[in-house]
């Protein structure tokens, strides 16, 4: 099972920036969580592959959209109006249980992981 992250890269605050987790079989959950320097991973955003539930962090909500692309079986971030906050290293996870909304953001809920990509928010 190999997840696989990709997207990342410089971008000047305000800008936006997609990110895609590849992934080589459907899971039923998939999330982001990202790792800013000096910083515990956090939880980005969370969707069951159906799309029935969504969660996103306070962060970034209304600025983040999680969601599915079918036509390379992958999972997206949309990212718009970045600031220097949002510098870290983004991993997708999945797993193989439908997560209810509270359980989303539970690194321990996720079985499988990215290998991250890099995003940075600067002038």
């Known amino acids: 099972v190999q997840l696989q992250a990709s997207g990342g890269g410089l971008v000047h605050p305000g800008g936006s920036l997609r990110l895609s987790c590849t992934v080589s079989?459907?899971?039923?959950?998939y999330a982001w969580f990202r790792k800013a320097p000096g910083k515990e991973r956090e939880f980005v955003a969370g969707?069951?592959?159906?799309?029935?539930?969504?969660r996103y962090a306070d962060s970034v909500k209304a600025r983040f959209t999680i969601s599915r692309d079918n036509a390379n079986n992958a999972i997206t971030l949309q990212m718009n109006s970045l600031t220097p906050e949002d510098t870290a290293v983004y991993y997708c996870?999945?797993?193989?249980?439908?997560?209810?909304?509270?359980?989303?953001?539970?690194?321990?809920?996720?079985?499988?992981w990215g290998q991250g990509t890099l995003v940075t928010v600067s002038s």
């Open positions: 079989r459907t899971f039923t959950t």
């Open positions: 996870a999945a797993s193989s249980r439908g997560l209810i909304w509270s359980s989303m953001a539970r690194e321990s809920e996720y079985d499988y």
């Open positions: 969707r069951r592959w159906s799309g029935s539930t969504t």
